[in-house]
């Protein structure tokens, strides 16, 4: 299976569910695994023919910026709901959110979630 890869993209943004956090905007860090078939692309050396990087960056980082969300479970659920709904080619995605330095004797604390289109479809009644 082919993939797009998207590390370290950075979105400051309001998270997390304690008094102080919902006044200050934090880093979080997403990693993303978007599995889609990218043949037509590599033969054809057109933008028109794989998935854009920097609007899956975009559309990543506003819908968690617009919801300022308590939960970076939250977080991924918006992202792999907006990128399933955006991209038709998408077949599976893994997302995985970290939130650096929030707990000081870990560099950062984190969630992975993977989900395919299948899957996506059960959980919003496609």
């Excluded at 998270?15 to 860090?29: S, Y």
């Excluded at 709901?81 to 929030?102: E, G, N, Q, V, Y």
């Amino acid at each position: 299976m082919d993939s797009i890869i998207i590390e370290g993209l950075k979105v400051e943004t309001v998270v997390g569910c304690f008094a102080w956090e919902r006044q200050i905007k934090q880093p979080l860090l997403l990693d993303l695994l978007i599995h889609t078939d990218l043949e037509q692309a590599a033969s054809s050396d057109e933008l028109e023919d794989t998935l854009n990087y920097a609007e899956i960056c975009e559309l990543s980082s506003k819908v968690i910026q617009e919801a300022a969300p308590k939960l970076i479970e939250h977080a991924a659920k918006l992202v792999l709901t907006t990128l399933f709904t955006t991209f038709s080619a998408i077949d599976s995605i893994k997302i995985t959110i970290r939130k650096p330095a929030i707990i000081a004797e870990a560099n950062s604390v984190g969630i992975s979630l993977e989900r395919h289109r299948s899957d996506f479809r059960l959980s919003t009644g496609e």
